[in-house]
């Protein structure tokens, strides 16, 4: 079945069988599906879901801070995480934009707000991107 005839439903249960099992945010993931679908923002989602994966490798090499990466490397890591991160969740923004006050006010308090918590969020949301760029990746090699 063509990517373009999947429901997001479909698309998300994919992405759940290739995880394992392991979504965080299954609903809001559908939720950021659909909407890209419905608004025709699905290359700035798949492009949200490179970033994603290439954030998970890098927050890696961050957290690790191995001793072989110099100071001045891990600086400049971790000043492209902050700007990944930022430009994930202006795409994101983007993708819910047209979803109506209710659900938008929902996802920028969840995802984009400035605490502990909506950071944490945003990281499991990102990590469900991940799988959803190694999903894309997967259909590519169908």
Do not use: C, H
Not at 27 to 36: A, K, Q, T, V
Not at 87 to 109: A, D, Q, T
Request: hydrophobic share 35%.
């Amino acid at each position: 079945m063509d990517m373009l005839q999947k429901s997001a439903r479909e698309i998300v249960e994919e992405v759940e069988i290739l995880s394992r099992n392991r979504l965080k945010m299954k609903d809001d993931l559908l939720r950021i599906i659909e909407l890209s679908i419905k608004n025709g923002s699905t290359p700035l989602l798949d492009e949200t879901a490179f970033r994603a994966k290439y954030l998970q490798g890098l927050f890696g090499i961050i957290q690790r801070g191995e001793s072989s990466i110099k100071e001045e490397v891990l600086r400049r890591y971790t000043a492209e995480y902050t700007e990944n991160i930022e430009e994930i969740k202006k795409n994101l923004l983007k993708i819910v934009e047209g979803s109506g006050n209710f659900f938008m006010n929902i996802f920028r308090e969840k995802y984009l707000s400035l605490t502990q918590e909506s950071l944490s969020k945003l990281n499991r949301l990102i990590y469900d991107l991940g799988w959803y760029k190694m999903y894309l990746n997967d259909q590519k090699s169908r």
